[in-house]
T-cell receptor
Framework: GGIITQTPKFLIGQEGQKLTLKCQQN?????MYWYRQDSGKGLRLIYY???????QKGDLSEGYDASREKKSSFSLTVTSAQKNEMAVFLC?????????????FGSGTRLTVL | GDSVTQTEGQVALSEEDFLTIHCNYS??????LFWYVQYPGEGPQLLFR?????EKGSSRGFEATYDKGTTSFHLRKASVQESDSAVYYC????????????FGQGTSLSVVP
């Protein structure tokens, strides 16, 4: 088995601040994802990456940057934190580049912006 | 684009009650359908999936049947337990749009003894 590790677990930022969230996986999976979770809105895809150095925008990419410098890691940057923003950011990975494969999720980073 | 709709935002039941969470989808292709479960403090994990019309997925006493005619994949369990308290997400993946999962809004299930 494997594990996805997200750091930090809790992140508190100030309005306008640039904030970076990190994700590591040891499944040796090709594809990695960042989802945003808001109560009542489900999970919405921000960015995904099908291989090292690849980046693909999801439905919610505005206001975010991502980086996949290694197969095992995928980071997400909030470019300018919005006041009173609260959300959970979930990292996930899957084995394949295409097809309906199972996603494996980390336990999330909870963001609060003061 | 593709979408998933879960009718119930919150469900409160007593132990041994019957559970139904409704899931309807809209997709241009022939999607694979999933149910994910998220326990407090954890990320979502796959409960089960189904890829063909009339295919039944099941796990841990939960089940759902892929119904292409009604575009539905309703989650059912005959007798819930307190340990089933969690958030349940219905999702779809359309192979024509790579492997991106589209999730429903989630249903928070609370089961009291």
């Amino acid at each position: 088995g494997g594990i996805i590790t997200q750091t930090p677990k809790f992140l508190i930022g100030q309005e306008g601040q640039k904030l970076t969230l990190k994700c590591q996986q040891n499944f040796n999976h090709d594809t990695m994802y960042w989802y945003r979770q808001d109560s009542g809105k489900g999970l919405r895809l921000i960015y995904y990456s099908i291989t090292e150095n690849d980046l693909q925008k999801g439905d919610l990419s505005e206001g975010y940057d991502a980086s996949r410098e290694k197969k095992s890691s995928f980071s997400l940057t909030v470019t300018s934190a919005q006041k009173n923003e609260m959300a959970v950011f979930l990292c996930a990975s899957s084995i394949a580049k295409a097809g309906a494969e199972t996603l494996y999720f980390g336990s999330g980073t909870r963001l609060t912006v003061l | 684009g593709d979408s998933v709709t879960q009718t119930e935002g919150q469900v409160a039941l007593s132990e041994e009650d019957f559970l139904t969470i409704h899931c309807n989808y809209s997709a241009s292709g022939y999607p694979t359908l999933f149910w994910y479960v998220q326990y407090p403090g954890e990320g979502p994990q796959l409960l089960f999936r189904a890829s063909r019309d009339k295919e039944k997925g099941s796990s841990r006493g939960f089940e759902a049947t892929y119904d292409k005619g009604t575009t539905s994949f309703h989650l059912r369990k005959a007798s819930v337990q307190e340990s089933d308290s969690a958030v349940y997400y219905c999702a779809l993946s359309d192979a024509s749009s790579f492997s991106k999962l589209v999730f429903g809004q989630g249903t928070s299930l609370s089961v009291v003894p």
